[in-house]
């Protein structure tokens, strides 16, 4: 491979082409066996084209983390028609579903610090939870 066939296929990587290839990769190997060398060879560049959108494994995952609750966490914020309970419950079935829409998801998201998106839908959450009555150091409702 010539440098500029290097350059060419590094200009080409998306760090969206890095994490779909990462989580095809997941539901084959599980977190175990994903390793930024099997994910590199899968997309075609050396180890180190990884490292110019993710600066570590770590990184990586956390962007696994988010993209499975993006795709898949469907009942993330309150709807229109929701009350607190049926918030609740349905954001906690959705959470699951989206931890389960990977091999090892539980694993990765586990492991994850939230990021921006993650903030921002927890503080969404939060909000609505405070406007149906909640308050830190208060009894449960029931």
């Not at 440098?3 to 760090?15: H, N, R």
């Not at 779909?20 to 390793?35: K, M, P, Q, S, W």
């Not at 914020?77 to 609740?88: E, G, T």
Request: glycine share 6%; aromatic share 8%.
């Amino acid at each position: 491979m010539f440098i500029s066939d290097k350059v060419s296929s590094m200009t080409k990587l998306q760090p969206n082409t890095v994490i779909r290839a990462a989580l095809d990769l997941l539901n084959e190997v599980g977190v175990d066996g994903l390793t930024t060398r099997k994910l590199a060879e899968r997309l075609g560049v050396q180890q180190p084209a990884l490292y110019w959108h993710f600066r570590n494994k770590r990184a990586l995952l956390d962007a696994l983390a988010e993209a499975m609750l993006a795709e898949n966490h469907t009942h993330s914020v309150p709807r229109a028609d929701d009350d607190w309970r049926s918030f609740l419950i349905g954001n906690a079935r959705s959470f699951r579903q989206a931890l389960l829409a990977y091999r090892d998801g539980a694993r990765i998201h586990a492991g994850t610090r939230p990021g921006a998106p993650q903030m921002e839908t927890a503080d969404a959450q939060l909000r609505f939870l405070c406007e149906a009555g909640f308050r830190p150091g208060t009894p449960s409702m029931r």
